[in-house]
């Protein structure tokens, strides 16, 4: 019986020294001694409204060349202006916020191209009778309003959003501590997170 209580006993003192050992080489470097905090990386919001000036400027730029007559560059700045605004979502961690404005976007092309297509399909006189598509002009007006609302909207909120995100990042964490209960003589890892 004598053997098993020093077995146990070492068992114990090789925990308590793993566990001692483990918190200690998580907290180097930080002030709290006991705890380690791991969280996300802040995103500068600046930065993230940076990119999504500029990704919405180059596509206006280059739609405004493709209106001048160099051509190549219309379908150019209408594929950028559908990405462009989003970068500074994912620069700033909000991939799902990038792709609901590529989204919204995508669908004011769509409509803009069903316009066109609609009015070249009158124009050319598919339906038996030419007409020169005036109605459609009013859809394809929409479906430019709606790409350029959308990349408005991304100028306006991507630096409440990333600040927001970086508010979300710092509540969340996650914590290891060590833990000895001196009326039962156990020793144990704490583990906190929040959120």
């Known amino acids: 019986m004598g053997k098993k209580i020093r077995a146990h006993k070492g068992m114990t003192f090789g925990l308590v020294l793993a566990v001692l050992l483990f918190s200690t080489t998580l907290s180097w470097g930080h002030d709290d001694s006991t705890q380690q905090s791991l969280s ?15 990704g919405t400027a180059v596509p206006l ?27 500074g979502y994912f620069y700033g961690g909000l991939a799902w916020r990038g792709l609901l404005g590529i989204g919204i976007r995508g669908i004011g092309v769509g409509i803009m191209w069903a316009a066109v297509w609609g009015a070249w399909k009158e124009a050319w006189g598919w339906d038996g009778d030419r007409a020169n ?63």
């Open 61 to 87: 730029a280059a739609l405004a060349a493709g209106a001048a007559g160099a051509e190549d560059f219309g379908g150019i700045g209408l594929a950028g202006l559908l990405v462009g605004p989003s970068l």
């Open 133 to 195: 598509g005036e109605e459609w002009v009013g859809v394809a007006l929409a479906g430019v309003g709606i790409m350029l609302g959308s990349a408005l909207w991304d100028l306006a909120d991507v630096k409440g959003a990333v600040n927001r995100r970086n508010l979300r990042a710092r509540e969340r964490t996650l914590a290891f501590a060590p833990l000895f209960n001196p009326r039962t003589k156990t020793v144990g890892i704490t583990v906190r997170l929040s959120f």
């Open 40 to 54: 996300v990386k802040e995103k500068n919001p600046k930065t993230a409204f940076l990119l999504t000036l500029v």
